[in-house]
């Protein structure tokens, strides 16, 4: 260890300021810091495969005679129109692709800091529970819009660019909005329940487990009960088809599940305001000191 | 005054932490004692604004403590007594990030981080991963990041612990260092006597929730009470209880030394009166200097 005072002690001449948003070093360092992982660059890499796939439709689409010997007969498919967005941004595999990076770069948020008693630093700080928590919602937020409104909002770009005309957008005026709305529907959710799974153990890795455990479990029970009494209400257990539901609701398309979008958009916020009830508890500023 | 509370009163349900709690504290390093439970963390808690006193009122640089919260953490720094710290992060980033979130600007934040991780000694490893720190280094890490902006005093809890005897004297100099040349005022809460005594001119002694004694280091020990230290040939029992019905307190040493603390007002004859009624015989006699480890024992009435 190197010999204390290597330099000797001096004051600091600036000035503290008052931040407007005290949350913010919390965000940026908490996004900086999942992006320090090896692991993470390739899964967040990964989870803009999707984006890719439907971009290179879009060009299709537009392309229909040139590529005819490749698509033989599926150009319905390529048909593009809101639900084409919305199979998008509402499918298993985008939603699934959520999780993972999610997982991956934003379980540890709370957990990380309970298991380094790390709280007591922060609320030393001129910071409330309410900064604290903006600063670790604002790194899933960064993720979720990352991977559906920057993406969804690029391929409306990319289609009157590839279409030549506006004619795209004056037909679907609303479709924006719709991108943004969903986007902001999934990142309220995500944020609430990823920090409410971060706050339940002190190890990351559990957490990992918790936020691909209960995403995957609610759809195998919903599954099984599905089976059981054969009624389109058990999607209520499962998240992944609540989310899909909601998004069929904003893009104004057909529900998948017989039974009012409303009872989905419930749950989610059942959900939210359960997570609201927990981090409340678990971060407590009068347990940092021991 | 830096630090001034008013009858500060706290109860966790029906335990009461504090009772009407008075002091006045001025410059320099002041030690903050008093066995498990007496309420010195609840005190911290109360004075960096994290629990609201059920009653009294409290000022921390003139900062109040029920409506001036923030103002008060961004002129504390606060070293707690567990280890923290965010996985992840090298030296110079986790120092920094808390001097933003002082309301450092960023790049002032950085350069101040690179200045106090050389002050305490954390310089050549201020670029390694915190994971792969050492207990010792942890804990100059936490009085770094509680110096990073610069702050008008210093809580620090235990900031001795888990450091061997070369670390804990080089960490006491720093304390002593920051409290005597930089005008940083210095908070010590401790259950080590001997850094409390090291360091501090001023001592407060809370004992179950209440103010035990609170002044000068030098005053306490002469106001109080005096110690005597003898050896005794005959029935210590019996000496003993003799001297404790005249409101003295007696305690036996393993080495057979038996300390006398008697109020200020009391006779030293006494002793020698308990000792011809007991028939002992005194076969040492000296008016000791108290150190504060006789001051805890006198005022908490704890070994």
């Given at each position: 260890?190197?010999?204390?005072?290597?330099?000797?002690?001096?004051?600091?001449?600036?000035?503290?300021?008052?931040?407007?948003?005290?949350?913010?070093?919390?965000?940026?360092?908490?996004?900086?810091?999942?992006?320090?992982?090896?692991?993470?660059?390739?899964?967040?890499?990964?989870?803009?495969?999707?984006?890719?796939?439907?971009?290179?439709?879009?060009?299709?689409?537009?392309?229909?005679?040139?590529?005819?010997?490749?698509?033989?007969?599926?150009?319905?498919?390529?048909?593009?129109?809101?639900?084409?967005?919305?199979?998008?941004?509402?499918?298993?595999?985008?939603?699934?692709?959520?999780?993972?990076?999610?997982?991956?770069?934003?379980?540890?948020?709370?957990?990380?800091?309970?298991?380094?008693?790390?709280?007591?630093?922060?609320?030393?700080?001129?910071?409330?529970?309410?900064?604290?928590?903006?600063?670790?919602?604002?790194?899933?937020?960064?993720?979720?819009?990352?991977?559906?409104?920057?993406?969804?909002?690029?391929?409306?770009?990319?289609?009157?660019?590839?279409?030549?005309?506006?004619?795209?957008?004056?037909?679907?005026?609303?479709?924006?909005?719709?991108?943004?709305?969903?986007?902001?529907?999934?990142?309220?959710f995500?944020?609430?329940?990823?920090?409410?799974?971060?706050?339940?153990?002190?190890?990351?890795?559990?957490?990992?487990?918790?936020?691909?455990?209960?995403?995957?479990?609610?759809?195998?029970?919903?599954?099984?009960?599905?089976?059981?009494?054969?009624?389109?209400?058990?999607?209520?257990?499962?998240?992944?088809?609540n989310l899909?539901?909601a998004?069929?609701?904003?893009?104004?398309?057909?529900?998948?599940?017989?039974?009012?979008?409303?009872?989905s958009f419930?749950v989610l916020a059942g959900i939210c305001?359960?997570?609201?009830?927990?981090?409340?508890?678990?971060?407590?500023?009068?347990?940092?000191?021991? | 005054?830096?630090?001034?509370?008013?009858?500060?009163?706290?109860?966790?349900?029906?335990?009461?932490?504090?009772?009407?709690?008075?002091?006045?504290?001025?410059?320099?390093?002041?030690?903050?004692?008093?066995?498990?439970?007496?309420?010195?963390?609840?005190?911290?808690?109360?004075?960096?604004?994290?629990?609201?006193?059920?009653?009294?009122?409290?000022?921390?640089?003139?900062?109040?403590?029920?409506?001036?919260?923030?103002?008060?953490?961004?002129?504390?720094?606060?070293?707690?007594?567990?280890?923290?710290?965010?996985?992840?992060?090298?030296?110079?980033?986790?120092?920094?990030?808390?001097?933003?979130?002082?309301?450092?600007?960023?790049?002032?934040?950085?350069?101040?981080?690179?200045?106090?991780?050389?002050?305490?000694?954390?310089?050549?490893?201020?670029?390694?991963?915190?994971?792969?720190?050492?207990?010792?280094?942890?804990?100059?890490?936490?009085?770094?990041?509680?110096?990073?902006?610069?702050?008008?005093?210093?809580?620090?809890?235990?900031?001795?612990?888990?450091?061997?005897?070369?670390?804990?004297?080089?960490?006491?100099?720093?304390?002593?260092?920051?409290?005597?040349?930089?005008?940083?005022?210095?908070?010590?809460?401790?259950?080590?006597?001997?850094?409390?005594?090291?360091?501090?001119?001023?001592?407060?002694?809370?004992?179950?929730?209440?103010?035990?004694?609170?002044?000068?280091?030098?005053?306490?020990?002469?106001?109080?009470?005096?110690?005597?230290?003898?050896?005794?040939?005959?029935?210590?029992?019996?000496?003993?209880?003799?001297?404790?019905?005249?409101?003295?307190?007696?305690?036996?040493?393993?080495?057979?030394?038996?300390?006398?603390?008697?109020?200020?007002?009391?006779?030293?004859?006494?002793?020698?009166?308990?000792?011809?009624?007991?028939?002992?015989?005194?076969?040492?006699?000296?008016?000791?200097?108290?150190?504060?480890?006789?001051?805890?024992?006198?005022?908490?009435?704890?070994?």
């Open positions: 260890m190197a010999t204390v005072r290597e330099k000797g002690y001096t004051h600091w001449d600036g000035k503290l300021g008052e931040r407007r948003f005290p949350w913010w070093p919390i965000a940026r360092t908490g996004i900086l810091l999942a992006f320090r992982k090896k692991r993470f660059k390739f899964i967040f890499a990964g989870a803009f495969i999707p984006s890719i796939v439907f971009l290179v439709g879009l060009y299709i689409s537009e392309r229909l005679e040139d590529f005819k010997a490749i698509i033989q007969g599926s150009d319905r498919l390529l048909n593009i129109d809101p639900k084409y967005f919305a199979t998008y941004l509402a499918s298993d595999w985008l939603l699934f692709l959520i999780v993972l990076v999610l997982a991956y770069g934003a379980g540890g948020l709370i957990a990380d800091d309970l298991k380094h008693n790390s709280l007591q630093l922060y609320f030393s700080r001129p910071l409330g529970k309410k900064d604290y928590l903006a600063g670790k919602m604002s790194v899933v937020a960064f993720f979720v819009l990352i991977l559906t409104a920057l993406p969804g909002l690029l391929l409306i770009v990319f289609k009157l660019v590839f279409a030549g005309s506006f004619k795209f957008f004056l037909q679907y005026p609303w479709l924006p909005l719709s991108v943004l709305g969903y986007s902001a529907l999934l990142t309220v995500f944020a609430f329940y990823v920090l409410l799974l971060s706050a339940l153990s002190k190890n990351s890795r559990y957490v990992f487990i918790l936020i691909f455990g209960a995403y995957i479990f609610s759809n195998v029970l919903f599954g099984i009960l599905h089976e059981i009494f054969e009624t389109p209400y058990m999607a209520l257990f499962s998240v992944p088809a899909q539901q998004g069929a609701f904003v893009f104004g398309q057909k529900l998948p599940h017989a039974f009012p979008a409303v009872w419930a305001g359960l997570s609201a009830v927990v981090l409340n508890r678990k971060i407590r500023s009068v347990e940092v000191i021991k | 005054m830096s630090i001034e509370v008013k009858d500060l009163s706290f109860r966790y349900g029906k335990i009461v932490a504090l009772d009407g709690v008075t002091m006045r504290l001025g410059e320099g390093a002041v030690g903050l004692l008093g066995p498990n439970g007496a309420g010195k963390s609840t005190l911290l808690r109360i004075l960096l604004g994290f629990l609201v006193p059920e009653r009294g009122e409290g000022r921390v640089l003139d900062y109040d403590i029920r409506r001036e919260q923030a103002m008060i953490r961004r002129s504390v720094g606060y070293m707690p007594e567990s280890d923290c710290f965010v996985a992840g992060m090298d030296a110079v980033t986790f120092t920094a990030y808390f001097g933003e979130l002082s309301g450092m600007p960023r790049q002032e934040a950085m350069k101040r981080a690179h200045e106090v991780l050389f002050y305490v000694g954390l310089g050549e490893s201020r670029y390694r991963l915190l994971d792969t720190y050492s207990a010792g280094m942890k804990q100059r890490l936490k009085l770094a990041q509680a110096l990073v902006h610069d702050p008008k005093i210093l809580f620090l809890d235990e900031p001795t612990s888990n450091l061997d005897p070369t670390g804990r004297a080089e960490v006491l100099e720093l304390i002593r260092d920051i409290s005597a040349h930089k005008s940083v005022q210095v908070l010590l809460s401790s259950h080590i006597l001997d850094d409390i005594e090291a360091l501090c001119e001023t001592v407060v002694i809370l004992n179950k929730g209440k103010l035990a004694a609170e002044g000068r280091m030098a005053d306490l020990r002469a106001i109080n009470y005096s110690l005597y230290e003898l050896r005794i040939k005959g029935d210590v029992d019996a000496f003993r209880k003799d001297l404790e019905s005249s409101g003295s307190r007696v305690d036996e040493m393993e080495d057979g030394l038996v300390k006398v603390y008697m109020v200020e007002a009391a006779d030293p004859m006494d002793i020698f009166r308990a000792a011809g009624r007991t028939g002992a015989q005194l076969r040492y006699f000296v008016k000791s200097r108290t150190s504060l480890e006789d001051l805890f024992a006198g005022v908490v009435g704890v070994d």
